[in-house]
């Protein structure tokens, strides 16, 4: 096992290493003058170029991404040009909402579209397979900010149960936390569901095909232990692969949904740093995201190795 | 084996329902295994056999599946019981081991687990009790290091190690009728030499009966007592081991037993094979099944289906000229058409 993941944590040093240099080339040859947008329409031409010697743009290409690389290894990603702190701090700042949010709604995402995948699965063919499985097509079809506009007028506007926008940090209590979190997670949690939903479905059919699944009835277990030790709990590998994969939607996704809700996140700090042309932050930031889109990854890839022993066996 | 049979088909029907319409892949099949027998069921893939085995165990999807007639098991018709009392037979009075040796076990889980597994659902056994049986079964299996193998997970062992574990997981609850689908298709000769002996050994030491399924009708002769021979869905022969290859007496017999390789047989030469094929699920003949194919057929073959009829005492045979066959009164004129 601990060769294993060795092995998954070396293989993720050339993807980070391909990330910088796409991060680094984006930022930088992308039009628009960080200087003149930051000293505004009226600058002279002295002013800019003093400033881009002082955010040492004035350096060839290779050098400032040496130097930025340099940096970002020992965990310094440069200060803000906006704000003037670090870029490590403000990104924490942005990055807990959008956490919280992404978990919370995989989470909802999770708790509902397992068990939906299998019943549509089971019953396959029925009328409950065809609600499940039209229910989970409209979870795909409804863009996440329509439904949050949709949950905000009913449960805030018209029942007044939950904030209408707004986020509250942990520090504030679990609760409130939650509170203000689940029609934003339950938003963004929706289509999440409609693709678990449907990625479980298939999974558990294929599984049933299997031959052990047959041994497993013929050994006389029950069918809630055929189900879910012997089906579920194999059809669980492809389930974490789309898990893995949709990571980066679920992101994608939480921008959109944090926009809607007003909340202080990652969006929000990546569409005002692309305003101010804060080049250090978005290169961080960006930089950061993909960091933890590999974190992920690797932690999906570790569970696998838990889940299924010939991954965790075979080097 | 004068007392009743440990299971007793009656005119056993299953019928698919498909996209294509319905097929009946079992059409009156009739057969019984008395307690402590082996009965060997032969045939060419398709005919059934499968199919005969899972309705046994009541394995079919019943949403696709309609059955009829009776299967007694103790004298008690399984076809007629709910999903509960299905899953108590199964895997303890009635156990099933298959062909397929890669897939038959889940990757997932030690095969030690899934063993005991077998027994915690038949048993209040504790687990480390059930642990002890599972190794004493393992062990009877002749495994080399047992205790290193019940911790091992599937794809760590050999198709014939595989096997093993299955026949043990099968048997670890002493079941009273093992119901083995081509247990050893999918092996090398010498494994399935040894598995065929295990199989045997383990029959005698649980004092079981065995419905043993095959498509080999060579093996048949070494373990069996009695023999059903299929062709499409329907038994057309039904004998002792001793009368079936003394005088077989149905064209398609003698033709699986022409196939069969023999130590004599050169092997540069072509094996016999019967000419044509096993007709589709959706085209079944109207009269006798295997008319087609057969070198005897004659008008009356094709116009009217023939029924299972006692030969001699405990022969039986669905062919219309079965006796003029034996007493070598009809020729096989066109298959020698066929051969020159
Ligand atoms: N679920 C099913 N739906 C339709 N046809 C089936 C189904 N299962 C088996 N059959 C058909 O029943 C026939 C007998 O199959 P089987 O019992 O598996 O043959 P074998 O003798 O090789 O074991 C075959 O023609 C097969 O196509
Ligand atoms: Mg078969």
């Known amino acids: 096992m601990i060769q294993y993941v060795v092995k998954r944590i070396l293989s993720l040093v050339p993807v980070l290493g391909v990330v910088a240099v796409v991060v680094f080339a984006l930022v930088h040859l992308s039009p628009g003058d960080p200087a003149s947008v930051i000293l505004g329409p009226d600058a002279s031409a002295d002013d800019i170029r003093q400033l881009r010697d002082e955010l040492g743009l004035n350096r060839p290409v290779p050098q400032q991404f040496a130097s930025w690389l340099g940096n970002a290894l020992t965990g310094d990603l440069g200060t803000s040009i906006y704000s003037g702190t670090p870029v490590t701090s403000v990104f924490l700042d942005y990055f807990r909402p959008t956490l919280s949010l992404a978990i919370f ?136 692969e789309i898990i893995g994969q949709t990571f980066t939607t679920l992101i994608a996704g939480a921008v959109v949904v944090e926009f809607v809700f007003n909340i202080p996140g990652l969006g929000q700090l990546i569409v005002n740093s692309v305003e101010r042309r804060d080049f250090p932050v978005i290169q961080g930031t960006v930089l950061l995201v993909a960091f933890g889109y590999v974190l992920i990854n690797l932690f999906i890839d570790l569970i696998y190795g838990v889940v299924d022993p010939r991954v965790r066996l075979d080097q | 084996m004068s007392a009743s049979p440990i299971i007793d088909i009656r005119n056993l029907r299953t019928h698919f329902h498909t996209e294509k319409g319905r097929v009946t892949a079992v059409d009156d099949v009739s057969f019984h295994v008395g307690r402590n027998e082996v ?77 005991i597994e077998a027994l915690q659902a038949h048993g209040r056994q504790s687990r480390q009790e059930a642990a002890r049986t599972a190794l004493e079964m393992v062990k009877a299996t002749g495994i080399p ?53 295990l199989i045997m050994q383990m029959k005698a030491e649980l004092d079981m009966a065995v419905v043993f399924i095959t498509h080999d009708i060579g093996v048949v002769a070494e373990i069996c007592d009695r023999v059903a021979v299929m062709y499409l869905g329907q038994v057309i022969e039904d004998s002792t081991v001793e009368s079936l290859f003394d005088a077989p007496l149905h064209p398609y017999t003698r033709g699986l037993m022409q196939a069969m390789p023999t130590i004599e047989s050169d092997p540069a030469e072509d094996l016999y094979t019967i000419r044509g094929r096993v007709p589709s699920l959706f085209d079944v003949p109207t009269g ?13 073959c094709r116009a009217e289906a023939p029924t299972l009829e006692a030969a001699t005492d405990g022969h039986k045979v669905r062919c219309w000229h079965w006796k003029a066959i034996a007493a070598g009164e009809m020729t096989e004129s066109e298959a020698e058409l066929q051969a020159g």
């Open chain 2, 288 to 300: 006798c099944r295997f008319a087609e194919r057969c070198p005897y057929a004659t008008g009356k």
């Open chain 2, 145 to 197: 290091s047992p205790e290193k193998r019940l911790s091992e997970y599937p794809h760590e062992l050999s198709g014939g190690m595989r096997q093993r574990i299955m026949i043990a997981m099968a048997l670890v609850c002493r079941p009273r009728l093992l119901i083995a689908d081509e247990p050893t298709t999918a092996l090398d000769v010498t494994t399935q030499a040894q598995i065929l002996d």
């Open chain 1, 105 to 240: 709604a995989q989470i909802i995402g999770i708790l509902v579209a397992v068990p939906m995948g299998v019943f549509a699965a089971l019953y396959r063919g029925k009328w409950m397979d065809g609600a499940l499985m039209s229910f989970a097509l409209v979870g795909i079809s409804v863009p996440s900010f329509l439904m949050g506009l949709l949950l905000i007028l009913f449960f805030a506007v018209f029942l007044n149960w939950l904030p209408v926008a707004g986020y509250a940090p942990l520090s504030e209590g679990l609760g409130t936390h939650l509170e203000y979190l689940l029609l934003p997670a339950i938003s963004l949690g929706f289509i999440q569901a409609a693709l678990i939903t449907r990625i479980t479905r298939a999974a558990m059919l294929e599984v049933m095909n299997n031959a052990y699944v047959k041994t497993a009835r013929a050994k006389g277990l029950s069918r809630a232990t055929v189900v879910i030790k012997h089906t579920l709990r194999n059809a669980f590998i492809p389930i974490l």
């Open chain 2, 39 to 115: 009965l060997g069921v032969v045939g060419e893939s398709g005919c059934g056999k499968s199919v005969t085995s899972e309705a046994i165990m009541q394995l079919l999807n019943p949403e696709i599946t309609d059955f009829e007639g009776e299967i007694l098991f103790d004298g008690e018709n399984l076809l007629a019981l709910d999903e509960a009392r299905l899953a108590r037979i199964r895997g303890n009075d009635i156990s099933m081991i298959f062909q397929d040796t890669t897939s038959s076990l889940n990757p997932l889980y030690t095969v030690g687990d899934q063993i």
